[in-house]
């Protein structure tokens, strides 16, 4: 194994981040959409917290290699799912988003954990309150008898906590660290 | 090694089971506070719901030893910080409940994973919205410089909820949880 | 919501239950074949063990709504991607069996969870070294460029991982485990 | 909260992790003894691997929060119980090393989380093996009653294992990498 020109390497993550970007689009959900998401979780904690803000810390999470193979797992079993490719019984498993079925919330803990455990309280918040294009994900489900939207409201609410986390990791204040971590 | 008696490991199960219970009630919680979170979490889902079945999901919940374990771990670090026998920079970590340390959230995850992934979703809207005995145990916190409440709020979180997943379990059944337990 | 007949549920987990059993066997593994890894892993804690006592621990695993959710799942994207059904680049991705993809593991993580963390280390150890038929699966991955055996070999391992943490739980009596179960 | 001016927060992380390497180094470790962890487990992968590039990775695992906060957690249970201010039964569970009793591998997964599932395989096969100075920990445990090192081995595993997972990610070769990404 040659190693790898890091510059190349980051080049690379361009492209697969525009692969992703992409695929979640295919699905209904622009970056904005999560960010907003992320927003109104960490506004109370942030008082300067803007949009901008919180779509860079999006970027970053999506960045992640771990992140971006939950992501595309994910969507392509709700894909496969719609066409009718998969075999009974997880067909009806996904198609009907069975409530005992927690192999979505499990990918969305692999995303939520990029940015540490603090995250998991905000993932299960949104993934029960199911604000903005959550609940508008939600509510796609029983549109029709093929759609499945199993992953895809989990993973949104994975990124927009993990970004949560982000932001809350970068802004933690300094004056109380130097106080906490001091010997 | 020879092959234990299961009767006397059960009853020796019982007998953690009551060191569990009494090392709660010492922290301010009693079993019926923590069914009264997990009765309202699944109410809606389940018609039938009482009190009583609650507390029995508890009880199973309490009676399974990773659980054991995480409870008497928690509950231990947050009384030796009280006594102030947790060194720097832990201790104020501690005390303060420093909304970037994980770790009480990540002892909550090995009580809410004994019944599968299908709890993390309450554990984190339980963690939020702090109702009931959780949202005391918050209060607490602010009483005096030398309460430590991190780890008990947590660790409670996540016994309604692994109850919650447990009631789920039980109650499943094909036909109806494809209405019933849509997410 | 009506209180299911629990000899139902039962009679239902059977059902899946033999499911489960056959989608192994088409993908070659059979319940002996875990049960011999179990075996290897635990003989030496529990001097009397059998391949019985291992097999019906199997089966307990297997009995689980969550363990039969990762394998049907696993199971699926492996079966998907030999038929050319899975999108790039997740499709090179699992029939290269990437080094860097993780949702193997993480599927593998949720099965091993169902009895408690100790499994990790086993889980890890029969990952790694590839004990009987795990590396039999996992020889079969070069076999042609159409074989994808990217879930199944990290499955079969957390099955026969969880089950021999469901052996060291039932075995547990305390004054012999001080004894017998030091690390 | 007032936003914190960035350089100060990395400054202050440098304060943080020599807190994390004097602790270390307390309980008998050096960031030395884990890159020699982690140079075994990646050496056969990236044959250019030298002992800096570890020690770089080590010390990359060492300054995120996550990982800090485990190991101030599970380095004072260890310390608190040889010192005898954990009250029973966590105390003799503690002393004893328990087979049973899984937080030390909880936390250690919370470490090894950071950079992804694919390092939960590593640190199962060196919590297994116990090369180098997890194994010189692990002989320790029997030297006398009140040693505890029962966290400790687990903590320097997973440093190891996360470690490995960051080089396996920062070498991943090129050429392959837009292949696979490649839509």
Excluded: W
């Excluded at 498993?93 to 995250?119: C, K, R, T």
Aim: with cysteine.
């Amino acid at each position: 194994m040659k190693k790898i020109n890091e510059d190349q390497n980051r080049f690379n993550d361009g492209k697969k981040f525009d692969v992703i970007v992409d695929r979640l689009e295919k699905r209904g959900v622009t970056l904005l959409d999560i960010a907003k998401v992320t927003y109104d979780l960490q506004k109370k904690y942030v008082e300067s917290l803007t949009m901008e803000t919180c779509l860079d810390h999006i970027e970053r999470v999506i960045m992640k290699r771990e992140v971006q193979h939950a992501i595309l797992t994910g969507i392509e079993l709700d894909r496969l799912a719609e066409e009718g490719l998969i075999s009974e019984s997880l067909s009806t498993i996904l198609l009907s988003d069975y409530g005992l079925y927690g192999i979505d919330e499990i990918l969305a803990l692999s995303i939520v954990n990029v940015y540490g455990s603090i995250g998991l309280t905000n993932f299960g918040f949104v993934d029960k309150t199911k604000p903005g294009i959550i609940g508008v994900l939600d509510n796609k489900k029983g549109e029709s008898k093929n759609k499945c939207n199993t992953f895809i409201d989990d993973i949104v609410g994975a990124i927009a906590a993990a970004a949560a986390s982000s932001i809350a990791h970068r802004y933690a204040e300094t004056d109380e660290i130097i106080e906490l971590y001091k010997k």
